[in-house]
């Protein structure tokens, strides 16, 4: 035969004191926030704090990023410059650079060193608007955004007419896109 086991008086005692001070601080600060002028605006001024510490690091995220792009893309472009090749092996050269980009896709890791291919096959392309509107569909979204980042930051030759104020602003145009032969 099992005896019940009773917990002692004085846990029992302590857990509704804690209760008892939790909900008591939950009523004075609802009761706070409802009557108290000022510290509604301290709420505010906190929140707002709070709201621009997150915007900054955003942006340091942001300009961070950007700047491992145009490091890693001068670094790839300076060992491998797409302009070196001559217009008999522009076709052959787009192709093992769309290649290299949608074989380093695959893989986990190598999203920076795919944009970069996939960049390169942009540089030589005679039509880059078009080409432009097949990647957005058919590369991964972050390969995608990242190739965006590289050509906002360093565009090429063939792209300037792309470009307003650094942006992007070309609107895909379903016209443009033709099938690559």
């Known amino acids: 035969m099992s005896f019940p086991t ?9 857990g509704v004191a804690a209760a008892c001070a939790l909900f008591s601080y939950i009523a004075y600060f609802d009761y706070q926030r409802r009557t108290d002028p000022e510290f509604r605006k301290q709420l505010k001024r906190r929140s ?10 955003t942006d340091a995220f942001k300009r961070a990023k950007q700047d491992e792009i145009v490091r890693f893309l001068t670094n790839e472009l300076v060992k491998d410059p797409p302009s070196n090749i001559s217009s008999e092996n522009v076709q052959a050269m787009f192709m093992k650079y769309v290649g290299e980009g949608e074989s380093l896709a695959n893989i986990p890791g190598e999203e ?15 039509r880059p608007g078009d080409l432009l509107n097949i990647y957005e569909r058919t590369i991964p979204a972050q390969i995608y ?3 965006v980042l590289m050509l906002e930051q360093l565009p090429p030759q063939n792209m300037t007419s792309f470009f307003k104020n650094g942006k992007l602003v070309r609107e895909p145009k379903p016209e443009d896109i033709d099938d690559i032969e």
Request: glycine share 2%.
């Open 6 to 14: 009773v917990m002692p008086r004085g846990a029992v005692l302590t």
């Open 48 to 57: 707002k704090k709070h709201q621009k510490d997150i915007k900054a690091k």
């Open 112 to 126: 920076l060193n795919s944009a970069v291919k996939f960049y390169k096959a942009l540089t030589i392309y005679p």
């Open 145 to 147: 955004k990242d190739l």
